[in-house]
């Protein structure tokens, strides 16, 4: 049987196959080309969520410079092709073995250069794309920077590991900013969305040495049952502020629950009752033994799992807790997708291609 195979292989290989077969590998070889892939390659925003990689697969895809360029282009992670506007018409994908990318964009006309990287997320860097994509699947997974580095093969001396992490960080605050994480409203059955709210401060402790931290305050709701939340640097809990951010963050006809803060009070008199409000009376114990749905529980819990996350990662630079805490609100946005997909996808929206 297995025999019959490679003899259908064999008669099959002949004549017009084999002239398909060497299409195929000068295709690996695209000099003089003005895309790096076919249009019709190149995939929608919902595709590239559904991709699921490991590692392994990953880096196969990555194994030469050609399919490096051809899996950043079909992802939209790089330009698919460049235009001269001078000289009208377009650039041509060349090899360039001074590059480590190892091809560039030339223009035959006015003899000019363009790098593939041009206007991509990639510009900043001369690590190689492999590197590159290597550290943002690690990063994506959460692996330890020691891990990142092995993966990546990034040398322990440099302060790239560090400054890629911001790098990625920065596309996540991006993410956020453009698109805050809105929650509550009311539910198909007619009935309010339950939304616990809360405030904490934030690593306000003494440090190592003696070094003295304000803290930072941070204002967070979350919706009872989906989970979706939100969570917001704010310079003080005064009731104006909160009162701001609740508009801002949570949809009318929520109903919303809190505990006894004063800034609380009149929450339900916010623009003639768009909000209906509960208050957690006993603090003592989380749950009112009387009404088993005035608790904030969620909101408790999510306090929990950010400092843990936080503190983790926290502790270099007192600048960086923005942006730490913006990384965690995107890990939770996308918390049902594959998390490198979704990085994938962020980097294509804010630099489009
Ligand atoms: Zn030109």
Redesign the pocket.
Known sequence: MEEDCHKLKRVYMSGADKRMALQRVNRGRPSGSTNIVPEVEILNEAAILTENWCLFELGSCLGQPISTLRWLAQRKLIKNNFF?N??N?HFTLNAYKRTVDGYCWY?K??K?RRSVRDGSFFTRSKLSFKQIILFIYCWSRDMQLKDIQHEARLSSINHTLVDWGNFCRDVCEVEIETNPNVVGGINNDGTAIVVEIDESKFFHRKYHRGQWRPGHWVFGGIERGSGKCFLVEVPDRTAETLQDMILRYILPGTHIVSDGWASYGGIENIQNGIYSHAVVVHERNFVDPLDDEVHTQNVENLWMRVKRKLRRQFGTSEDLFTSYLHEFIWRQRFKNFPLFSAFISCISRQYPA
């Open positions: 001269c001078p000289c018409r223009c006309e006015c000019r």
